[in-house]
């Protein structure tokens, strides 16, 4: 399987305080290789086993997915930095509401690391979901860093949202919505405030071809 950076990306900037949130349209130039690849190829393991708390089934991906990304990373941060990735996940979304826990219910971080991001790539249309990050509304906060990870257990405490969320509620606002496109990718830093925007009626499937299957990823920048 190879992968290749389209030459029609286009790329949006919005920033959040002092972070930037990436919108990359037309990322690959054979998308729906992956599609074919969820479809026929991919051995999806069970919600849970790869550690996190990600609803729903997923499979990681191989290498060439891991350097296409590395390639779009240096267009996004720059080419005099080194983009170190650590997994690329094929993601579809199958726990039903009734079915979720406590901390799938609000947004989460993926690292207090600066140099840390997350990216998620849309192999599904608008109607699926997109992703939105969340300003904490008791303490006005958005970025997560080590001194304010406490917040976590004041939310487990006051949090009455027992689905998905999507959309602002009385702890959470929603300050950044990024539509859910094909061939779309969204890069964040992984210590913003964040939740997937799932849509009950059309994302929860077992089926790639008719559920919201995305691809996350994280990876570090350093240095040269």
Not at 20 to 27: A, K, L, S, T
């Given at each position: 399987?190879?992968?290749n950076?389209?030459?029609?990306?286009?790329?949006?900037?919005?920033?959040?305080?002092?972070?930037?949130?990436?919108?990359?349209?037309?990322?690959?130039?054979?998308?729906?290789?992956?599609?074919?690849?969820?479809?026929?190829?991919a051995?999806?393991?069970?919600?849970?086993?790869?550690?996190?708390?990600?609803?729903?089934?997923?499979?990681?991906?191989?290498?060439?997915?891991?350097?296409?990304?590395?390639?779009?990373?240096?267009?996004?941060?720059?080419?005099d930095?080194?983009?170190?990735?650590?997994?690329?996940?094929?993601?579809?979304?199958?726990?039903?509401?009734?079915?979720?826990g406590?901390?799938?219910?609000?947004?989460?971080?993926?690292?207090?690391?600066?140099?840390?991001?997350?990216?998620?790539?849309?192999?599904?249309?608008?109607?699926?979901?997109?992703?939105?990050?969340?300003?904490?509304?008791?303490?006005?906060?958005?970025?997560?860093?080590?001194?304010?990870?406490?917040?976590?257990?004041?939310?487990?405490?006051?949090?009455?949202?027992?689905?998905?969320?999507?959309?602002?509620?009385?702890?959470?606002?929603?300050?950044?919505?990024?539509?859910?496109?094909?061939?779309?990718?969204?890069?964040?830093?992984?210590?913003?405030?964040?939740?997937?925007?799932?849509?009950?009626?059309?994302?929860?499937?077992?089926?790639?071809?008719?559920?919201?299957?995305?691809?996350?990823?994280?990876?570090?920048?350093?240095?040269?």
């Open positions: 399987m190879k992968f950076t389209s030459t029609d990306i286009s790329i949006e900037i919005k920033e959040v305080g002092d972070s930037h949130i990436f919108i990359i349209d037309n990322f690959l130039t054979n998308p729906d290789d992956l599609v074919d690849y969820a479809t026929k190829r051995y999806f393991s069970p919600p849970g086993k790869d550690g996190t708390l990600y609803p729903g089934i997923r499979d990681l991906l191989p290498k060439p997915y891991e350097r296409v990304l590395e390639e779009l990373c240096k267009i996004v941060h720059g080419s930095l080194i983009i170190s990735v650590h997994r690329c996940l094929l993601s579809l979304v199958t726990v039903e509401e009734d079915n979720l406590e901390l799938q219910t609000f947004p989460h971080i993926d690292s207090i690391d600066n140099t840390e991001f997350a990216c998620v790539h849309y192999l599904c249309s608008e109607k699926y979901g997109g992703t939105s990050i969340y300003k904490y509304i008791p303490e006005n906060i958005i970025k997560i860093t080590e001194e304010e990870t406490h917040i976590f257990e004041d939310i487990l405490k006051n949090n009455r949202n027992k689905k998905y969320l999507n959309g602002s509620t009385e702890l959470f606002e929603r300050v950044v919505e990024i539509k859910a496109k094909y061939n779309r990718i969204v890069i964040y830093p992984s210590n913003l405030l964040h939740c997937a925007d799932i849509n009950h009626t059309y994302s929860i499937s077992n089926d790639p071809k008719f559920g919201r299957l995305t691809v996350a990823s994280f990876y570090k920048i350093t240095p040269l």
